[in-house]
T-cell receptor, first 111, second 113 residues
């Protein structure tokens, strides 16, 4: 059974203070690892898909990286509008399209 | 604008009542999904559908039913057999070949009266 663990559960940073969020996963055969951003009371917003170890993707202040056991979401010089819950999910090669989600990291950026 | 719409935004269910959540997409995606989100838990799959007139149970399908009569629509019924229906329900859609990222709608919050 696929498993995803995200850490920390919550993170408070000063504006401009860079940090990383962790997503550790166990999957029989990784088809894709997905990062989403979710604001309170709204649906998840897609950020990145990573497919193989060593892959990296960037978008504005965010950079996602992938190894065989974990993924990191690096946030550089964050702004208050980056405050949200960040979700990680994996999809395996098992034949169905199900995403297995972690419980998320709630990020707060203090002005 | 292309996207996924869910309605209503809030839904109230009385004891013993069935309620139906609507999900429509105009992205021309083949696959559609229903997830349930509870505080402190990851999203969990209720039902999925890869093609019209076909759908599969997910991890927590008990107390729910689904249908896929049109490619753009995937309604979910929360039946009276679902004893703990209070949650945030999220619909998603994706292609099934090529880029298979799942894109989510805005969600429906179901509350029990």
């Amino acid at each position: 059974e696929d498993q995803v663990t995200q850490s920390p559960e919550a993170l408070r940073l000063q504006e401009g203070e860079s940090s990383s969020l962790n997503c550790s996963y166990t999957v029989s055969g990784l088809r894709g690892l997905f990062w989403y951003r979710q604001d309170p009371g709204k649906g998840p917003e897609f950020l990145f898909t990573l497919y193989s170890a060593g892959e990296e993707k960037e978008k504005e202040r965010l950079k996602a990286t992938l190894t065989k056991k974990e993924s990191f979401l690096h946030i550089t010089a964050p702004k208050p509008e980056d405050s949200a819950t960040y979700l990680c999910a994996v999809q395996d090669h098992g034949g169905n399209e199900k995403l297995t989600f972690g419980t998320g990291t709630r990020l707060t950026i203090i002005p | 604008d292309g996207g996924i719409t869910q309605s209503p935004k809030y839904l109230f269910r009385k004891e013993g009542q069935n309620v139906t959540l609507s999900c429509e997409q105009n992205l021309n995606h083949d696959a559609m999904y229903w997830y349930r989100q509870d505080p402190g838990q990851g999203l969990r799959l209720i039902y999925s559908s890869q093609i019209v007139n076909d759908f599969q149970k997910g991890d927590i399908a008990e107390g729910y039913s689904a249908s896929r009569e049109k490619k753009e629509s995937f309604p979910l019924t929360v039946t009276s057999a679902q004893k703990n229906p209070t949650a945030f329900y999220l619909c998603a859609s994706s292609l099934i070949t090529g880029e298979e990222t799942q894109y989510f709608g805005p969600g429906t919050r179901l509350l029990v009266l």
